[in-house]
């Protein structure tokens, strides 16, 4: 019994160190793969909905513009990730076409792929198979 009792207390050891002392850099890392399938989807709907055939030298294409920065919408390193659009040009034209304005009617591209099951649980999935790998190197490390 006492081995059974000393290789739970080394299990819950490792649950604990891992789940809880989770560091804002290891966050990232999960997170950031979840962040990258929505960065694929939303490339995707950018391309299908709102790709045109200007020729913009300066800015280039939405769609082409799309990034995952491995912090929040302030710049702080806390674990989370955004996925947008890489300059100020093209985040506020996505932001009328998906909002609307007076002179355009919303179509709410982005806020849609939001609420869409299929891509959460796609981002879920992702970022669980990171944090398996994270748990599985974390484990041998011990």
């Given amino acids: 019994m006492a081995e059974m009792d000393e290789f739970l207390e080394n299990w819950l050891k490792k649950v604990k160190a891992i789940s809880i002392d989770l560091t804002p850099k290891d966050q990232e890392k999960i997170t950031a793969e979840g962040g990258k399938v929505f960065e694929e989807k939303l490339t995707q709907i950018t391309r299908?909905?709102?790709?045109?055939?200007?020729?913009?030298?300066?800015?280039?294409?939405?769609?082409?513009h799309i990034a995952v920065m491995n912090s929040?919408?302030?710049?702080?390193?806390?674990?989370?990730?955004?996925?947008?659009?890489?300059?100020?040009?093209?985040?506020m034209n996505m932001m009328r076409l998906n909002d609307g304005y007076k002179g355009y009617t919303a179509d709410h591209f982005v806020t849609n792929l939001?609420?869409?099951?299929?891509?959460?649980?796609?981002?879920l999935k992702a970022q669980s198979e990171a944090y398996q790998r994270f748990l599985d190197q974390k484990g041998d490390e011990d």
Avoid: F
């Avoid at 299908?48 to 082409?64: L, P, R, V």
């Avoid at 919408?73 to 093209?90: F, I, L």
């Fill in 48 to 64: 299908q909905k709102h790709y045109s055939n200007h020729d913009d030298k300066k800015y280039g294409h939405a769609a082409d």
């Fill in 114 to 123: 939001i609420q869409d099951s299929n891509v959460s649980n796609a981002v």
């Fill in 72 to 91: 929040d919408v302030d710049g702080d390193h806390n674990g989370a990730v955004t996925v947008g659009w890489d300059n100020r040009y093209h985040a």
